[in-house]
């Protein structure tokens, strides 16, 4: 069992930041591939970013390469995205999520989800 929690979302202008934080529990953490993933109104749930368990590998999507920012803190339990530049189409809810198995951007591969944190963005 994992349990995960978002934090960090908000309504932000485009062109400002913002830092989400999730935070992991009930299972050693430091055995996770985390996961960022979103939902945007009318659109498919798709995934933004992903770190493996030691933070060597990463993946980020297209069209968040060069704004957004992955990263953990095997200490404290935590991955968090930062959230650069951004734009009315970053719109969407984010969600935190853990595979336990292989280090995939696939969302098929992870199996326990946070509840996800609101990011809306205004032009």
């Known amino acids: 069992q994992v349990q995960l929690v978002e934090s960090g979302g908000g309504l932000v202008q485009a062109g400002g930041s913002l830092r989400l934080s999730c935070s992991a529990s009930g299972r050693t953490f430091s055995s996770l591939h985390m996961g960022w993933f979103r939902q945007a109104p009318g659109q498919e749930r798709e995934s933004v970013a992903t770190i493996s368990s030691g933070g060597s590998r990463l993946y980020y999507a297209n069209s968040v390469k060069g704004r957004f920012t992955i990263s953990r803190d095997n200490t404290r339990n935590m991955v968090y995205l930062q959230m650069n530049s951004l734009r009315p189409e970053d719109t969407a809810v984010y969600f935190c999520?853990?595979?336990?198995?292989?280090?995939?951007?696939?969302?098929?591969?992870?199996?326990?989800w946070g509840q996800g944190t609101q990011v809306t963005v205004s032009s």
């Open positions: 999520a853990s595979s336990g198995a292989i280090y995939s951007s696939l969302i098929r591969n992870y199996d326990y």
